[in-house]
């Protein structure tokens, strides 16, 4: 294991959080979960995560990063014979996607109609038929099949921005 040269990254920015470093954190209990632990560099990067994460009462606490010592002291060893809990995974579970047959399949909106008419109507003043959302909806079934199809050919179960990405670009999302 390589020593690292810095505390943290920003859970916002991605910025390098320095050892002896001033950071902020958030004053909800599940962002400081050992789990999840967010980070931030700045009291706006913490202000950025805060409609994400649908507080109601929240602010940001300073703290301060630990010396390097303390820091590598606190993480666990390659050798140590701390227990490792390992959870396995059903045959039903490791088996890749299986695209339904169309028949079986909604065939509602995929699109927020409201939204739609008023982007396009503060875009360029024009208004929008009610024919608009069909069409946007089935090309947005196809680009849902696609990127399916991209995340199964990786043997991962959730579908990706990333997928969706390389679908548009005419590629497979790589890992």
């Known amino acids: 294991m390589t020593e690292p040269s810095f505390f943290r990254f920003c859970s916002t920015c991605k910025k390098q959080i320095a050892f002896e470093a001033g950071y902020y ?7 400081n979960r ?3 632990a967010l980070y931030f560099c700045s ?4 202000d950025a995560h805060v409609p ?3 507080h109601r009462d929240a602010w940001a606490e300073e703290e301060k990063a630990p010396t390097r010592e303390a820091f590598l002291a606190e993480r666990p060893s390659a050798d140590s014979t701390a227990v490792r809990r390992v959870v396995g995974v059903s045959r039903e579970a490791a088996a890749p996607a299986v695209e339904r047959d169309n028949g079986d399949l909604p065939q509602d909106v995929l699109v927020v109609v409201s939204k739609l008419k ?3 109507k503060a875009r ?3 208004n929008t038929s009610d024919g608009v959302t069909d069409v946007l909806s089935e090309h947005l079934r196809s680009l849902c099949t696609a990127a399916i199809r991209s995340a199964a050919h990786n043997s991962r179960k959730t579908v990706l921005a990333r997928d969706f990405e390389a679908v ?5 999302a790589s890992e």
């Open 124 to 126: 360029s003043t024009l």
């Open 118 to 120: 008023a982007y396009v």
């Open 25 to 31: 954190a958030c004053s909800v209990s599940t962002c």
């Open 52 to 54: 994400d994460a649908r």
């Open 43 to 46: 009291v706006p990067c913490w």
């Open 168 to 172: 548009l670009r005419g590629t497979t």
């Open 34 to 36: 050992k789990a999840t």
